[in-house]
């Protein structure tokens, strides 16, 4: 397993925090994901034969989130 941290902005609420967790969980090879509104930060544990941080980001981005 890999962990990564991921700066992203556009995130101000619950919704933003299930939407993210909620699309990005569901990921097959993602392992954990855990959502900080008051840093902007997204912290996935994933398993890197499986899904990519590309994927991850793109998941993302698909919410309508940037990702730094």
């Not at 569901?26 to 590309?54: C, F, H, K, M, W």
Request: proline letters at 1%.
């Amino acid at each position: 397993m890999e962990k990564t941290l991921l700066k992203v902005q556009g995130m101000s609420c619950n919704h933003c925090v299930k939407a993210i967790e909620g699309s990005v969980g569901e990921l097959s090879g993602v392992e954990r994901v855990l959502v900080d509104l008051n840093e902007g930060e997204v912290a996935v544990e994933y398993n890197p034969e499986q899904v990519t941080i590309d994927k991850i980001k793109e998941t993302i981005d698909d919410q309508g989130y940037d990702v730094e």
